[in-house]
């Protein structure tokens, strides 16, 4: 189980990488109507332009994603990564902690989504999955 959960927070780190890389910008790239050849501005030109001093502070506010309908483990080490802390609760309201015997399927959590301040603690409501 513990593999699966680091495959998955290495899945959703990848995907996050990759979504923050891509973009739709056109102005990296130039084309030459009489040669037919394109030239783009290199990795670290375009590194060197964007650098600021903010881009290497820490954040102090971080945007909560929708985790709901995933395991709760997985659930916990995502928001780990941003800077958040969870707790997880049943339909009750009663604190659950997880565990390798049962699984957790998160149904709700609050806030759904927003930027908070990092540290905020995100509340995951939980069900046994299969019941």
């Known amino acids: 189980m513990k593999s699966s959960v680091i495959r998955s ?6 995907v996050a990488a990759l979504a923050a890389g891509c973009s739709d910008d056109s102005s990296d790239e130039s084309s030459d109507a009489t040669t037919g050849t394109s030239a783009t501005a290199s990795a670290t030109d ?3 332009a964007d650098a600021t001093p903010q881009d290497t ?5 971080v945007e909560v994603l ?6 709760l483990q997985t659930a916990i080490d995502t928001l780990g990564l941003r800077g ?3 707790k997880a609760v049943d339909a009750d309201g009663n604190e659950v902690t997880p565990d390798e015997d049962t699984t957790w399927l998160v149904v709700d959590q609050d806030p ?3 930027v908070v301040p990092v540290g905020t603690v995100v509340t995951l409501t939980v069900k046994k999955q299969g019941s």
């Open 57 to 61: 502070a820490s954040p102090t506010e």
């Open 84 to 86: 958040l802390e969870a």
């Open 112 to 114: 759904i989504e927003g």
């Open 46 to 48: 375009m590194a060197d």
């Open 9 to 14: 927070v290495v899945a959703l780190v990848a």
């Open 66 to 71: 929708d985790i709901t309908y995933v395991q």
